[in-house]
């Protein structure tokens, strides 16, 4: 019985992690969902579902992180590693402006050969030619790096990321923030106070970012709720959190799915589970205002019944992805398909920007384009070259 814990989610009360175990243990699932939607309605009474028209783009794929759960890295030197050429990202640019986006999403991999210099030129370059474009750019654990590389501080990284262009920061790399966690699936990255102290220094500098969740590897629900009560804490620190995306792991071709299917022990995660994973968030999360789904891990099926669990926002259009679909799962939803999704779930699609803020109601045109089939690798740089940047 969770009568208790309704009553103070009623009342509006913060919920403890002795609550929030109970609430992931609790087997009726319509239960949590009727919990978590009252607490979507208070935070967004509006029938709407937001979502934003972007692109990712891997800059690179060159890393030596070796992460166990990821499929998509090249070593440094390894046959397929790549650096995008200005122009390769222009074009990508080109093509998500074409189809009305505005938000560029772009990460890479921990790279040698990228010092701070490179990320500059770029972001610059790229405010030069599109200044309409909000550049979503670099995980926690790239920019740790490039301020190793580039003997700064995290403070005076983030300055100058933010003084050449970088709006706000996507919040990949924080998958389990628990380090017995993230020594056993990738062991050679950040700890997790490493990733909360960029979210801090970034948050005081007025650079807004999300939070994600990978759950569904070795982790035990207390250590999904012990990350839960970490991204609460960030956000009761500086309020600079605009959304939480949980998301399910995707095992295939990646090391740590073999190693896990080796010992049996292991079960991929299901529909269920993520239904209760973000019903759960929606209730423990009561200062971060947006919930996000992941069709591009759940499939837009699984996203139009997790608007019932407490999520308001459908995510970006993406275009393209690299790194979920090495591991083997691939959803690709149009623009018309996304709208259509939230539509028949009952709610109004809208679209936003970064910060979450709606933009104006513009007509749809006659027919959506369908999404360009660029290469993620240009010919000719399968190999490493670093791109001369060039603003033409």
Known sequence: MIDDIAEKVVAGERLSFDEGMRLFRHSHLPELAALAHLVRVRKHPEPIVTYVVGRNINYTNVCWVKCKFCAFYRLPGQEGEYVLPLETVFQKIEEMLALGGIEILMQGGLNPKLKIEYYEDLFRAIRARYPQVILHALSPTEILYIAKLSRLSLEETLARLKAAGLHSIPGGGAEMLVDEVRETIAPLKDKSDEWLGVMRVAHRLGIRSTVTMMYGTVETLEQRMEHLLKVRGLQDEGHGLTA???WSFSPNGTPLGDELARNGTWRRAT???????????????DNVDNLQASWVTQGTKIAQIALRYGVNDFGSTMM???????????????IQEIERCIRDAGYE???RNTRYELLPVQPPPAVTPPFPVSEAVPQGFARSRLPILRAD
């Open 244 to 246: 939480f995306i949980p």
């Open 271 to 285: 529909g269920y589970d993520y239904l209760r994973s973000v019903a759960v968030a929606r209730l423990m999360l």
């Open 320 to 334: 393209e992805e690299n790194v979920v679909s090495a591991a083997g799962t691939r959803f690709n939803v149009q």
């Open 349 to 351: 699609p809208r679209r």
